[in-house]
């Protein structure tokens, strides 16, 4: 078998002792804890309130998961998305955190050797390994559109995937089909879901997805086996529980009716909302606003002044033109014009203005005598040699007078 990591896998071998194998400080880990519990908040950290601490003891126990990751009809902008995280980084991630098993990009191997390793490591953890997929799977014209180790990409998926505990559909094209299944869609592009139906199986779209996401899913499954609660759409509902319209930084702007017109106008340039220039916020779900990617304040298409496309969004990326403005459906449209400021005046009786002024007496009264008791206080910040205690005023001749 070709070693494809300087380091093989060690059956049985949990996190705690294969960082402490390779000197990885336990700050480093809880950090790593503390990072995941924000950007993918599983399952251990959710149901019992842990701090990252208590994250890092029982994470640390969990065997490293095997992670088996095949390629078919993708760019690769998820796998690059995911050689950008820094807490872990990469290298700690794959050979520490999980065991990556099988990554057609990312390993040295190839050809024969490369169908090897996939072949083994298939039948070694056989209903143990997560499978992650990424891209969409052509199902028109079966082995014309794409091969792999020449055979087509749908049959390689039924063989893996058969064998996988859960598999993980990651970004919109393996979650349904995303930019290879738009018109006319020569290949017939679908995604995993639709070809393993009867699999456990977890959509994490996007283009590309926050890989904290799919950490999060992968060591949750790892530690105690389940998966996260998903929504309709197979997401979990961690990542997808809000429309990114909810916080965006640039809501304010449209409550106020301030809107970009046109790329590199004056709103633009002051970060007015994009809605008109066909920002897809208000009808896509999606953590991007409050989870950004790589630890890096706004990284992320608003951000960067751009608008949302719904990537996440199976009706909406790459089926609704980019600049077409969305229906705004739970969300109210900002108004056209602002009511006047203004109150209606009543009648103050008697008793409550000596209520009230009875209140702002006793408040005072009570003032007064703190600060009486504070006075006999000695003042700290005097220069050495200062006389202590309290400061009188019959040292000051208008205070006398």
């Known amino acids: 078998m070709l070693e494809i990591f300087p380091s093989p896998v060690a059956v049985g071998e949990n996190i705690d002792t294969r960082l402490a194998k390779f000197g990885i400080s336990r700050r480093a880990f809880v950090q790593f804890c503390a990072t995941l519990m924000i950007a993918a908040p599983y399952a251990l950290a959710i149901t019992d309130k842990k701090t990252p601490e208590e994250v890092a003891r029982g994470l640390g126990k969990v065997i490293r998961p095997p992670v088996i990751w095949l390629h078919f009809q993708d760019c690769t902008g998820c796998t690059e998305s995911l050689l950008q995280t820094s807490q872990p980084d990469f290298g700690d991630l794959i050979l520490n955190i999980i065991s990556l098993e099988y990554h057609e990009t990312l390993m040295a191997g190839s050809g024969h050797q490369a169908r090897q390793v996939l072949e083994e490591a298939v039948l070694r953890y056989a209903g143990k390994f997560v499978l992650v997929v990424e891209g969409s799977v052509p199902t028109r014209d079966q082995g014309i559109y794409m091969k792999t180790a020449g055979r087509p990409a749908i049959e390689v998926l039924h063989e893996v995937g058969a064998k996988a505990a859960a598999i993980i559909a990651i970004g919109s094209c393996a979650s349904w089909g995303g930019i290879p299944s738009a018109d006319p869609d020569p290949t017939g592009a679908v995604g995993v879901a639709d070809l393993l139906s009867h699999k456990a199986i977890v959509n994490i779209p996007g283009c590309p997805p926050n890989p904290y996401t ?125 009511a006047a400021i203004g109150t209606t005046h009543g009648v103050i009786s008697p008793l409550a203005t000596g209520l009230a002024g009875l209140a702002v007496g006793a408040l005072a009264g009570a003032g007064y005598v703190a600060s009486r008791k504070f006075s006999t206080v000695d003042n700290d910040d005097r220069p050495p040699g200062a006389p202590t205690g309290p400061a009188s005023t019959d040292s000051n001749p208008k205070a006398s007078a």
């Open 214 to 338: 799919l950490l999060g899913v992968v060591l949750q499954f790892a530690a105690n086996g389940t998966l996260p609660e998903l929504d309709e759409l197979k997401r979990p509902k961690f990542a997808f529980d809000r429309d990114i319209h909810e916080h965006c930084p640039r809501r304010a702007h449209f409550d106020a009716g301030n809107f970009v017109k046109q790329f590199g106008d004056e709103g633009h340039r002051e970060g007015w909302c994009l809605y008109e220039m066909g920002c897809k916020g208000p009808d896509t779900h999606a953590g991007c606003s409050t989870r950004h990617f790589n630890e890096i304040p706004d990284l992320w298409p608003i951000g960067i002044g751009a608008p949302c496309i719904g990537c996440t969004e199976k009706s909406i990326a790459f089926r609704v033109p980019m600049f077409q403005v969305v229906q705004l459906h739970t969300i109210a449209a900002p108004p056209t014009s602002y």
